[in-house]
C-alpha cells in the first residue's frame, strides 16, 4: 500500500490482484474501500476504484444474482455469444495483439455498454457514502483470469 501525506491531505493507493471465477463475475469489493478508508483515518474526501482491464468494468449496484440475469439478458441481445466480431477474426485484424489472443468481441461491446472503468464516491463523516443496497463491485465481462483493480481514497 503507497501512503503519500502532504499538507494535511493524505493519499492511500493499493493494488489488489485477483482471479475472476468467469464471465458476469460480480465480486463486492466495498469492504476493501472501506478498511482503506478507515486505516488512512480519512473524514472528507473521495475512494476511487479503478479497472486496467478492457473487457472488466467497475460499477456502483445492488449485488444480487437476478442483477446477473438481467444483464446476461440484456447483452445476449446486444451482443450475442455467438455472432460475428470482426474483433476476433484474426485473418483482418491486425493491431493489439497478444499472445494466444482470446475471441471476446462481445465482452469488449459489454465493456462499452456497461460504461466504466472507474468509479469515484464521496467519504464523509469517515464513512463511504453509499444508498441502499449499494455495492462497489469490480464486474468481469470475459472468461476466468488474472485481473487487477486499484483502490486509491484521498482526504483530510
Known amino acids: 500500500m503507497d501512503v503519500v501525506r502532504s499538507a494535511g491531505t493524505v493519499v492511500v493507493s493499493k493494488d489488489f490482484s485477483v482471479t475472476t471465477p ?10 476493501e474501500v472501506e478498511k482503506i478508508v478507515e486505516s488512512a483515518g ?47 477474426d484474426l485473418s483482418i485484424r491486425t493491431e493489439n495483439l497478444v499472445v494466444d489472443e482470446p475471441a471476446n ?34 464486474v468481469e465481462l470475459d472468461s476466468a483470469r488474472d485481473r487487477r483493480y486499484l483502490i486509491q481514497v484521498m482526504g483530510t
Open 42 to 88: 480519512i473524514r472528507e474526501g473521495t475512494a476511487f476504484v479503478f479497472s486496467p482491464h478492457t473487457t472488466c468494468s467497475v460499477v456502483v449496484a445492488a449485488a444480487h444474482e437476478t442483477l446477473v440475469d438481467a444483464i446476461e439478458s440484456m447483452l445476449a441481445s446486444v451482443a450475442p455469444p455467438d455472432g460475428y466480431y470482426a474483433h476476433d
Open 105 to 138: 468481441g462481445p465482452a469488449h461491446i459489454a465493456h462499452i455498454l456497461m460504461g466504466q472503468s472507474s468509479e469515484t464516491l464521496p467519504i464523509v463523516d469517515g464513512r463511504v457514502v453509499l444508498g441502499t443496497n449499494q455495492r462497489i463491485l469490480f
Open 22 to 31: 468467469g464471465r458476469l463475475a460480480m465480486l463486492d469489493v466495498t469492504a
